[in-house]
T-cell receptor, first 109, second 115 residues
Framework: GQSLEQPSEVTAVEGAIVQINCTYQ??????LSWYQQHDGGAPTFLSY????GLEETGRFSSFLSRSDSYGYLLLQELQMKDSASYFC??????????FGAGTQVVVTP | DAMVIQNPRYQVTQFGKPVTLSCSQT?????MYWYQQKSSQAPKLLFH???????NEADTPDNFQSRRPNTSFCFLDIRSPGLGDAAMYLC??????????????FGAGTRLSVL
């Protein structure tokens, strides 16, 4: 089985940096993905890490440490539109995604 | 343009009255998924199709069925909706059952209310 843990909520002001941590327990590891979901909207893919290290995509970066079974999503220069839920997810051996419970990011002016 | 399209966006049904939700995709992806998502929770996989091969999750109730008549379309049938089935239902696709970077593309969802 697989389980992923992430904080339930993070609040920050515009322009700040937010780090969302995700720890996972999996029977086999095939990578860690991050998805963003605005309230009432569809989840959308943000990033994927298969190897240790940092992947940068614009204001968002994702990090993975396989030895620690840990990853994080870093949101920089926060904007109001970044207010959303963020899910970490791991694929199982069939490619099906197991999602964490999600972290709600609240950006305040 | 939307690549995974779900209809309707909102569906109201009565307790016990069968309902069908639809999903279509223009991506020509092999895999289609149906998820149930309740408020402030993660999407929960109900089943998926790898091409025409149907795969049911072990804890998906028998009340939920699915059909995939062709590559582009997939349907979710709820035979006798209960109050606990009120949720957002998300359809998603992926190109293949890759283990590496298995990006899933989600539709906007159908929010089901059961009266």
């Amino acid at each position: 089985g697989q389980s992923l843990e992430q904080p339930s909520e993070v609040t920050a002001v515009e322009g700040a940096i937010v780090q969302i941590n995700c720890t996972y327990q999996t029977s086999g590891f095939y990578g860690l993905s991050w998805y963003q979901q605005h309230d009432g909207g569809a989840p959308t893919f943000l990033s994927y890490n298969a190897l240790d290290g940092l992947e940068e995509t614009g204001r968002f970066s994702s990090f993975l440490s396989r030895s620690d079974s840990y990853g994080y999503l870093l949101l920089q220069e926060l904007q109001m539109k970044d207010s959303a839920s963020y899910f970490c997810a791991c694929p199982d051996s069939w490619g099906k995604l197991q999602f964490g419970a999600g972290t709600q990011v609240v950006v305040t002016p | 343009d939307a690549m995974v399209i779900q209809n309707p966006r909102y569906q109201v049904t009565q307790f016990g009255k069968p309902v069908t939700l639809s999903c279509s995709q223009t991506l020509n992806h092999n895999v289609m998924y149906w998820y149930q998502q309740k408020s402030s929770q993660a999407p929960k996989l109900l089943f998926h199709y790898y091409d025409k091969d149907f795969n049911n999750e072990a804890d998906t109730p028998d009340n939920f069925q699915s059909r995939r008549p062709n590559t582009s379309f997939c349907f979710l049938d709820i035979r006798s909706p209960g109050l606990g089935d009120a949720a957002m239902y998300l359809c998603a696709t992926s190109r293949d059952r890759d283990l590496a970077k298995n990006i899933q593309y989600f539709g906007a969802g159908t929010r089901l209310s059961v009266l």
